[in-house]
C-alpha cells in the first residue's frame, strides 16, 4: 500500500485543531520514546511527528521536542517482577483507581516491562526541564511546526458513492480529508472510487482548541507573510521545504514569479516558520544537492534506500526531481555505495512507536469439518497420520507464542482464526472473506497452500492487506500484496554459489551430481558458473568409482565438491570415497540442497564434519555448546513454549512464532508492513530472518539465507 503524506494542505477544514505548546526534554539514560510519553501524558505517535529521525532510536542526551496538552508530567515506573496494582498504589502513595485512571489498559491486567503511570511530578521551574536550562533547547522549539492534534471516532457512516461523485466532494460533505477517508478504506490509496461503492466516512468527536493563542494554523501559515530575496544556490523545494509549505503553495503566493527563479528576485513567504536549511536537519541526516541529470533511480541505487524512505524523507519529491534540489538523506549513505554486498542486523524492539493493536488473522487448514471430537482415539489418529495439519497446528502454536511475546513489548494483537480445510478450497475460502471483514486487518498469515494463498491475496487485494506465505516456495508473479517468507530454492542456490566463487581462484572444483532429469538442472547451473570445474562422471544407478573420483582429485590445490543428489545409497557412497581421500588431500564438500537424505542414519556426521560440508538453510541450526547471547534468547523462547505446551517446539512451531513476531515488530515500527518492509537491513530471530524485496511484478520475497557448515567435533556453524 502506497500511503501519500502531505505535510501541510493548503485547504483544510477550519474546525481542526492544532496543538501550540512544546517542551524541550533531554533523553536520560535507559528511556525510550514510549516512556517519554507516558510521561508526558501524550503519544508516541506525536512525538515522532516532531522528531522523525527518533524512528531510529534515541540516545541519552538528545534532546527531543514534546508537545504539551495540560503542562503536566507524571512519574513513571517499569512494572518487575512481583509488581501487582496494590502493591504499586501503596508504594507510591497513591490509590489503585489513581493507577487505572492513569493506565486504563491496566485494567486488562499488568505485564512484566509494561510502562505505567504513578503519579504526577511537582512543577519546579516552569522555564526549565528538570530544572536546567539546556544549549540548543531553544533552536529545538523554534522549529516546530504546528502539529494536529489526535482526534477520536465515535462511529462510522457507510457512504454509497453516487454518479460523478469525487473523494474531494465527499470529504467536503462530511467536512473530513481525503486522507481520513483513505486510512479507512485501504484500497482507495491504489484505487478510483467507482459508482455504487461503499466506502466507510469516519465520524470524529467535537474538539476544542486548547491554549489558542497564536492562532497558527496551516491557513493563516499562508496569510501572515513577508518578502524574502532568493539567494546563491535557493531553489523553490528548498525555500518552500524552509517554510513548512509545498512548491504548489509558494506558487500561489507568487502567482508571477520568474519561473527561471534569478538570484536577487523577491518573493513572498510565510512568516510564521524560517527555519536555515542546515539547521532543519536532525541528527542521523545530512543534505544532498541533486546533479545535473540525476535520476530518482540513481539516487536509490546509490544509497540503497526504498524509495517510501526517500519520499517520506523529502515528500516534494512526488512533484519531480531537479538539478539543484536540496534533499535529505540519511547520513554517509553515499560514503557506503562501495560496500559489498552483506546484511546489516537491524533490532526492531528499539524503534517501536505505534502501539495501536494489531489486528491479525491466521488462515491454515484445520480440516475441522472432518473431525470428530468426540471420538477421542480416531482423533488422534488422524492427527498422526495428516501431515498438513501437524504443521498447521505447529504453526498455530508459534503465533501465539509470538503474540504474548509482544504484549510484553506494548504491542496488543487481535487474533482471528480461520479453517481453510483443503488444498484448492476457493469457494471457501472466498465465501470466509465475504461473511468477515478483513478491511482493517493489518496483516493474514497463510494460508499453507499455494493455491489457496493466491486466492486470499487476490480477494485482499483490494484493502491493500498483506498475505504471509509460511510454507511454500512459490512466489506470486499476480499480486503485490503477497509476501514469501521461505526463501526460493534459486535463492539458497544462488548464496552458496556466490560465496564459493568469492574464493574459487587457484581451487579445484568437482562436480559430482545424481543421474536423472531432476538434477540436470542444477548440474547445468554448476558448470555455467564453474566451466573449469572437473565432472566426475557417474554409473548406472548413482555410483561413484573411487578411481573415477582418483581422476578428478587434485594432489595440490585444495579441492572443493559439489555433491547434488537425495538419493540416500549415492549419498552413502560417496561421502565415505571422500572422507577417506580427505586424509591425503585437501578436500572441503558442498551441495547446494542439503536434503533429508543427507540425515540419514548411513550418513555418519563425523564425515559430514571432516569434509567441513558447507549448505545454504532457511533455518539457522545452534550447536548445544553454543554460549552466545543469541543462543540465550533462543532458550529462553524453548523455555517459553516448553512450559506452555509440556514439549519441545518442532521447525514449524519456530517458524510460526518468527514470522508473526517480525510481523508484529514491524507494524509497531511503522504506520503499515509496506512502510515497515522499507525498512534497509535484515532482522532475525529464533531460527529465521527475514529481508523482503519487491519483485518487478508481483508480491515480495524474503532474501535471506543462512550458509552454515560442519565444523571440527560436529560442531555447526553459520559461515554468513
Known amino acids: 500500500m502506497k500511503k501519500y503524506i502531505v505535510i501541510f494542505l493548503l485547504f483544510i477544514i477550519s474546525s481542526t485543531a492544532f496543538a501550540q505548546q512544546y517542551k524541550s526534554h533531554k533523553v536520560a539514560k535507559g528511556e525510550n520514546v514510549y516512556r517519554i510519553a507516558k510521561r508526558y501524558n501524550t503519544t508516541p505517535e ?25 503542562d503536566q508530567e507524571y512519574k ?47 512543577k519546579k521551574d516552569p522555564t526549565a526541564i528538570d530544572g536546567s536550562s539546556e544549549q540548543g533547547k531553544d533552536s529545538v522549539l523554534d522549529s516546530l511546526k504546528a502539529t494536529p492534534e489526535e482526534r477520536t471516532i465515535i462511529r462510522f457512516i457507510t457512504h454509497k458513492v453516487k454518479r460523478k461523485e469525487t473523494l474531494y466532494g465527499i470529504s467536503k460533505n462530511y467536512k473530513i480529508t481525503v486522507e ?118 540513481g539516487i536509490l541505487k546509490r544509497t540503497r534506500i526504498s524509495s517510501d524512505s526517500l519520499f517520506k524523507m523529502n515528500p516534494y519529491l512526488r512533484e519531480g526531481l531537479k538539478a539543484g534540489m536540496v534533499i535529505t538523506i540519511p547520513k554517509d549513505t553515499f560514503a557506503i555505495e562501495d560496500i559489498a ?40 489418529e488422524y492427527l498422526k497420520s495428516k501431515q498438513s495439519l501437524r504443521i498447521s497446528l505447529d504453526l498455530y502454536s508459534g503465533v501465539l507464542i509470538a503474540i504474548d511475546s509482544a504484549r510484553t513489548k506494548g504491542i496488543t494483537t487481535e487474533l482471528n482464526v480461520f479453517d481453510t480445510q483443503k ?80 574464493d574459487s581462484i587457484d581451487k579445484n572444483i568437482i562436480i559430482i551430481v545424481q543421474q536423472g532429469k531432476k538434477h540436470e538442472e542444477i548440474k547445468e547451473k554448476l558448470i555455467a558458473k564453474f566451466p573449469e570445474a572437473k565432472i566426475a562422471k557417474i554409473e548406472e544407478g548413482n555410483y561413484l568409482y573411487e578411481v573415477r573420483l582418483n581422476k578428478v582429485l587434485d594432489d595440490n590445490k585444495p579441492n572443493w565438491v559439489f555433491l547434488e543428489s537425495d538419493d540416500v545409497a549415492m549419498i552413502s557412497n560417496v561421502i565415505p570415497l571422500l572422507n577417506a581421500k580427505s586424509e591425503s588431500h585437501k578436500i572441503t564438500l558442498f551441495t547446494t540442497d542439503k536434503n533429508n537424505a543427507f540425515d540419514d542414519d548411513n550418513i555418519k556426521n563425523v564425515h559430514l564434519s571432516n569434509l567441513h560440508l558447507h549448505y545454504p538453510s532457511v533455518f539457522k541450526e545452534f550447536d548445544d555448546a553454543d554460549e552466545s547471547e543469541e543462543k540465550k534468547k533462543v532458550s529462553s523462547f524453548m523455555k517459553k513454549y516448553k ?20 510481523v508484529l515488530m514491524r507494524l509497531g515500527t511503522a504506520d503499515n508492513f509496506y512502510d515497515a518492509v522499507s525498512f534497509e537491513g535484515t532482522t532475525r530471530y529464533v531460527k529465521n530472518k527475514f529481508n523482503y524485496a519487491k519483485k518487478l511484478s508481483g508480491g515480495y520475497y524474503n532474501k535471506e539465507v543462512y550458509l552454515i557448515k560442519f565444523d571440527e567435533d560436529l560442531k555447526l556453524t553459520v559461515v554468513d
Open 341 to 380: 554486498k552483506g546484511s546489516r542486523y537491524i533490532d526492531l524492539e528499539t524503534k517501536l512507536y505505534n502501539f495501536k493493536p494489531k489486528k491479525l488473522a491466521v488462515m491454515l487448514p484445520f480440516s475441522l469439518d472432518t473431525l470428530d471430537l468426540n471420538a477421542r482415539q480416531q482423533t488422534e
Open 423 to 502: 488444498r484448492k478450497n476457493r469457494k471457501h475460502i472466498k465465501e470466509l472473506i465475504d461473511q468477515n471483514n478483513f478491511e482493517d486487518t493489518d496483516a493474514v498469515i497463510g494460508p499453507l497452500y499455494q493455491s489457496n494463498l493466491e486466492t486470499v491475496a487476490a480477494e485482499l487485494k483490494n484493502y491493500n492487506t498483506p498475505v504471509f506465505s509460511p510454507a511454500s516456495r512459490k512466489e506470486s508473479t499476480l499480486h503485490d500484496n503477497f509476501f514469501q517468507t521461505r526463501p526460493a530454492d534459486v535463492m539458497l542456490q544462488d548464496r552458496i554459489l556466490s560465496f564459493v566463487e568469492k
Open 643 to 662: 512450559k506452555k505446551y509440556g514439549v519441545n517446539p518442532s521447525d514449524w512451531a519456530v517458524r510460526g512464532f518468527d514470522i508473526t513476531y517480525d
Open 76 to 122: 513513571t515506573h517499569v512494572v518487575e517482577k512481583g509488581d501487582t496494582v496494590y502493591s504499586l498504589a501503596k508504594q507510591y502513595g497513591i490509590t489503585i483507581e489513581t493507577i487505572y485512571r492513569l493506565n486504563p489498559e491496566a485494567v486488562n491486567g499488568i505485564n512484566i516491562s509494561q510502562i505505567l503511570n504513578v503519579g504526577k511530578i511537582e
Open 180 to 297: 481520513d477517508i483513505k486510512k479507512h478504506n485501504k484500497r482507495l490509496y491504489s484505487e478510483q472510487i467507482k459508482k455504487k461503492d461503499k466506502i466507510r466516512i469516519p465520524v470524529f468527536a467535537k474538539t476544542t482548541t486548547i491554549n489558542d493563542t497564536v492562532g497558527d494554523t496551516a491557513v493563516s501559515r499562508l496569510t501572515t507573510t513577508t518578502k524574502y530575496i532568493v539567494q546563491p544556490k535557493d531553489t523553490r523545494y528548498g525555500i518552500a521545504r524552509r517554510h513548512g509549505i509545498t512548491i504548489g503553495e509558494l506558487e500561489r503566493l507568487n502567482p508571477t514569479m520568474d519561473s527561471d527563479f534569478p538570484i536577487g528576485m523577491q518573493i513572498t513567504v510565510p512568516t510564521s516558520v524560517f527555519i536555515p536549511i542546515k539547521e532543519s536537519i536532525q541528527p542521523g541526516f545530512e543534505l544532498y544537492e541533486v546533479k545535473p541529470k540525476e535520476t530518482i533511480f
Open 46 to 70: 506525536a512525538i515522532y511527528r516532531i522528531n522523525p529521525t527518533a524512528k531510529d532510536g534515541i540516545k541519552e542526551g538528545e534532546i527531543l521536542a514534546i508537545p504539551v496538552i495540560d
